[in-house]
């Protein structure tokens, strides 16, 4: 199989997140629940963890990265922080629903900043015009997970900041290969996956978190046992229960692999990739394809349509010549409204730093096969 779904989950491992994963099994009990060896050694990683990602995001304050399950997980405990019913809220075309069910959930009045795709100073342009002093924060995706769209998150930050609007982002297609960096964006909050583009195990994420934070779960913590409440200080406060320390260990492991490699060195791979993907099923009649004109402003994830076939044929055939791919509407309707597929949704093919340009060559000469045939 050739797997061309990173953007859901990196199937792809370094060696050495299985053998995290494998030494915490049987070496490490659960950190903060006990002075003996195997909890000690747990508490370590899960330190290591935080250490790591506050080196590889540029947090200033480790206490500051909390572990989660993943990044919905995170963007739910940001949001909950910061909104009340009836709360005015920004969010660009193309946020998943893992921002847009919350927000719904909680009654918040969702102001949406459309733009058309890989315009990325038409989408600057529309949050200009939407943050107000009404607005109570900000919440948008450094990468659109369904075109690979690059929204300009450092320039709505600084919108953000110049107005006192908090800002939420959604790192879910971009850490581990576009540039994060905490201290510049001064978000309240980031939220990312450890089962992408950091290449650790699923049921894995962090949560970059400031002191707006409040606890989503409540239960113990390892830490002021005699506190009938949560503990009122990062990292503690976020996470309640017990860790999943094979997890941690292996997302530590994953991290590692990207400080190794450099993530402009991934963005560089995976650009590369998505080029010659675009420009491969750009030549195949009947194939319409969604790609940036200008690199810059796509990521590692590239859709497309075929008029002869719904996009679920598609993936299916694909799927018996061999090729993981998704096809629908990518858990992001808004974004799919957005861009105009809402009806058909797409076929998505996302890279990761273990594709190759021979396996992008056979893709598209699968899918001008199945073009061929129809």
Do not use: W
Request: one cysteine or more; hydrophobic letters at 45%.
């Amino acid at each position: 199989m050739i797997y061309l779904d990173a953007a859901a989950t990196t199937l792809q491992k370094p060696a050495g997140v299985e053998k995290a994963v494998l030494s915490a099994m049987r070496t490490m009990a659960s950190p903060g629940r006990g002075g003996h060896k195997a909890a000690m050694r747990a508490a370590e990683k899960l330190y290591e963890c935080r250490e790591r990602a506050a080196r590889l995001f540029h947090v200033p304050d480790v206490e500051r990265v909390a572990v989660t399950f993943n990044a919905t997980h995170g963007l739910n405990i940001a949001i909950r922080s910061l909104v009340r019913p009836g709360d005015r809220v920004v969010i660009s075309g193309y946020e998943h629903n893992s921002v847009l069910r919350p927000l719904n959930a909680l009654g918040a009045d969702i102001a949406v900043a459309d733009c058309p795709v890989f315009d990325r100073e038409a989408a600057l342009r529309a949050f200009d015009r939407l943050i107000d002093r009404h607005t109570r924060c900000v919440a948008v995706n450094h990468v659109s997970n369904v075109f690979g769209f690059v929204l300009p998150v450092y320039e709505i930050a600084a919108l953000c900041r110049e107005r006192g609007v908090p800002l939420i982002v959604d790192a879910s297609q971009s850490a581990g290969v576009l540039r994060l960096d905490a201290s510049a964006l001064d978000a309240a909050f980031i939220a990312m996956p450890g089962h992408k583009a950091l290449y650790g195990p699923q049921g894995t994420g962090l949560l970059i978190a400031s002191d707006a934070a409040r606890p989503l779960l409540y239960g113990g913590s390892g830490s002021d046992s005699k506190n009938p409440l949560m503990p009122d200080y990062l990292p503690d406060m976020l996470e309640a229960g017990t860790h999943n320390t094979p997890g941690v260990a292996g997302l530590c492991a994953g991290m590692e692999f990207v400080e190794s490699r450099g993530p402009d060195a991934i963005a560089a791979h995976e650009r590369s990739l998505i080029a010659a993907l675009a420009a491969g099923l750009s030549s195949i009649r009947g194939v319409r394809v969604f790609a940036a004109p200008d690199p810059a402003s796509q990521a590692g994830v590239l859709s497309f349509q075929l008029d002869t076939l719904s996009c679920e044929e598609v993936g299916e055939r694909l799927d018996r010549a061999g090729f993981a791919v998704r096809a629908g509407l990518h858990c992001a309707p808004l974004a799919h409204r957005t861009v105009g597929t809402i009806s058909r949704g797409t076929v998505r093919a996302s890279v990761s730093a273990f594709n190759t340009r021979e396996e992008i060559a056979a893709f598209i000469k699968a899918v001008d096969s199945i073009a061929r045939s129809v």
